[in-house]
């Protein structure tokens, strides 16, 4: 008997977060996972990804800051991450994730929020820093 081996793609028909920009979204998409219900479970999220109102910084430290350990975390980041992958994104939130990073912005905070392994909503390469450190523009 031949095997017959499945594709699994992943599809983005979940209803879509209102937003217009990267941060915006994964605000709405960490609040609709957690909710009001579990404000601090949203809160210690937020923290990782940047958008409370101080820059993004280690597992460890926002662990400590929310008194829950390390696992605890990682957990509440993939159960957003889960959903997120569900969920549409508009034309103006993609090029806001693609876009490379300008001076002063928090880069960490962009990257977990918009690429890589710590994606939330979209695996792009806002690991771009402008101006690039190499570049010779000034």
């Given at each position: 008997?031949?095997?017959?081996?499945?594709?699994?793609?992943?599809?983005?028909?979940?209803?879509?977060?209102?937003?217009t920009?990267?941060?915006?979204?994964?605000?709405?998409?960490?609040?609709?996972?957690?909710?009001?219900?579990r404000p601090?479970r949203?809160?210690?999220?937020?923290?990782?990804?940047?958008?409370?109102?101080?820059?993004a910084?280690?597992?460890?430290?926002?662990?400590?800051r929310?008194?829950?350990?390390?696992?605890?975390?990682?957990?509440?980041i993939?159960?957003?991450?889960c959903?997120?992958?569900?969920?549409?994104?508009?034309?103006?939130?993609?090029?806001d994730?693609?876009?490379?990073?300008?001076?002063?912005?928090?880069?960490?905070?962009?990257?977990?929020c918009?690429?890589?392994?710590?994606?939330l909503?979209?695996?792009?390469?806002?690991?771009?820093?402008w101006?690039?450190?190499?570049?010779?523009?000034?």
């Amino acid at each position: 008997m031949p095997t017959v081996e499945l594709l699994v793609v992943p599809v983005r028909d979940g209803i879509q977060v209102p937003g217009t920009t990267t941060p915006m979204v994964v605000t709405g998409l960490i609040w609709r996972t957690y909710g009001s219900v579990r404000p601090h479970r949203a809160q210690s999220v937020l923290d990782w990804a940047g958008l409370l109102g101080q820059p993004a910084g280690a597992l460890q430290d926002i662990a400590t800051r929310h008194a829950v350990t390390v696992p605890t975390i990682r957990n509440r980041i993939q159960h957003v991450r889960c959903r997120g992958q569900t969920i549409p994104l508009s034309p103006l939130v993609l090029r806001d994730t693609e876009r490379v990073s300008y001076q002063g912005e928090d880069h960490l905070s962009r990257q977990r929020c918009a690429s890589g392994y710590d994606s939330l909503i979209w695996p792009r390469r806002a690991s771009l820093i402008w101006p690039h450190p190499r570049s010779t523009r000034p």
